[in-house]
């Protein structure tokens, strides 16, 4: 802790001066060839900052090179010359298509920041250094300044052949989640909403990794492509770090306050809790229940739910509901008595009505194919802890990190 505390403190007396990025020896990426955010769907290119490699912002941090895009921003590795140090600053397009999603997700940093410094869930939760606005060609673009991280567990899920992660690799990753959604739903009084595999990404404890994608950019520039005056670059991946640091829990953009109930609809599809289906008042336990569903993906290796409708070939509600009630059976009276759609899906006497999509029940014990024995028995049972049809009987995160697989887990590794 204290030598990470170190490198975030000025360097007194010592700044960084800007580097020279004008080595002319990059590939010319073909004009009619789309790469990067020009292959998503819903592209604008006016709605994007065109910032440029070497580009200093706030007088400070100069761009290196870019880590990667998604539908409301760029992200880039930067070097902060006045810390002597390195920093990712994401981009958001520009600020008057993005609305009110801008300032709530500053809003949450903020709250973030405002929590307990003592709480060990803290350090697991991605820390904002600093934020400004640039002036785009059209309009201001929002800049969030983070620590650096490696790559996500996504990313690293990919790294292996068998597209799963390993016991003893899910076991700590779920102790830091669950130690950041304790820090997060007690102390702060957030919910994520959103939490998936590519929203959990590993530290670094090797600045090296840094000095090498910068010596690598000033040597060998990434491939870009010039068009209409801007310059979209190929993003460069960070080389394997000598030393892993912990998982972090990233990306506030869905983020809400908690202490209140919501009836918004939430999450991604496939991670709805059956309270957000069914509009019953909400709060934190749909972290549970996101978390329960995500765990099933990255070890199980496919997901417990689809939503897929036979009938429209599409998601809807209604199949989630019947692929909710083959796993675990019909809902609870009581939760039904306090959903606003319950009539949507359900008679007067309960019985669901879309009766076609349940087939025979599958219990979780026929879909866990990984484990055996005792090994088995207790990673259902921290499943179960987490799907539960009423919000008040899953297990909070704070009692998710004492799980008996989790703590079994960790100690065969030391």
């Known amino acids: 802790m204290l030598p990470s505390l170190l490198r ?3 360097r007194f ?5 800007p580097l020279n990025f004008s080595n002319p020896n990059f590939t010319r990426v073909p004009v009619g060839q789309k790469i990067e955010e020009e292959t998503l769907p819903d592209y604008i290119a006016s709605r994007y900052y065109p910032a440029r490699i070497g580009e200093i ?16 921003s760029t992200v880039w590795l930067a070097r902060d010359m006045n810390h002597c140090g390195y920093v990712t600053i994401k981009i958001f397009i520009k600020s008057a298509s993005m609305g009110q999603q801008l300032d709530d997700e500053l809003r949450m940093y903020k709250r973030i920041e405002r929590g307990s410094k003592n709480h060990p869930g803290r350090s697991a939760v991605r820390s904002l250094l600093d934020s400004f606005d640039v002036d785009g060609p059209e309009d201001k673009h929002r800049c969030l300044v983070h620590p650096p991280l490696w790559e996500s ?4 899920l990919h790294r292996n052949p068998v597209q799963r992660l390993p016991s003893p690799v899910l076991a700590f990753v779920l102790k830091r989640l669950f130690l950041a959604l304790d820090y997060l739903h007690t102390e702060c009084h957030i919910i994520h909403t959103d939490i998936k595999a590519d929203n959990i990404m590993f530290g670094i404890a090797d600045d090296s990794v840094f000095r090498d994608f910068t010596e690598d950019e000033l040597q060998n520039p990434c491939p870009r492509k010039e068009l209409d005056g801007r310059t979209i ?3 460069r991946e960070l080389r394997m770090p000598r030393e892993w640091g912990a998982p972090v829990l990233c990306d506030f953009g869905s983020a809400i306050p908690g202490g209140i109930e919501h009836l918004e609809d939430i999450q991604p599809n496939i991670y709805r809790a059956p309270e957000v289906i069914l509009e019953v008042p909400w709060t934190y336990s749909v972290d549970i229940w996101n978390v329960g569903c995500m765990i099933w993906n990255i070890f199980e290796g496919g997901s417990l739910f689809t939503g897929c ?8 509600s209604r199949a989630h509901l019947a692929e909710i009630i083959r796993l675990l059976g ?5 939760l039904l008595a306090r959903a606003k759609l319950r009539h949507k899906f359900f008679s007067d006497d309960n019985d669901f009505g879309a009766k076609f999509l349940l087939e ?15 090994d088995k028995a207790q990673f259902l049972r921290l499943i179960q802890k987490m799907l539960q049809w009423e919000p008040e009987k899953r297990s909070s995160a704070k009692e998710l990190q004492e799980d008996e697989w989790i703590c079994k887990k960790l100690e065969s590794t030391h």
């Open 360 to 374: 025979d029940r599958i219990l979780l014990e026929q879909r866990e194919t990984n484990l055996e024995g005792q």
């Open 330 to 334: 019909p809902p609870p009276p009581s």
């Open 8 to 10: 975030s403190l000025p």
């Open 153 to 156: 567990v996504l990313t690293f």
């Open 233 to 235: 670059y190929v993003s």
């Open 57 to 72: 912002f706030q007088g400070r941090y100069q761009i290196v090179g870019k880590l990667g895009f998604g539908a409301s």
């Open 309 to 316: 409708d036979p009938e429209f070939q599409a998601y809807r």
């Open 13 to 17: 007396g010592r700044t960084w001066k």
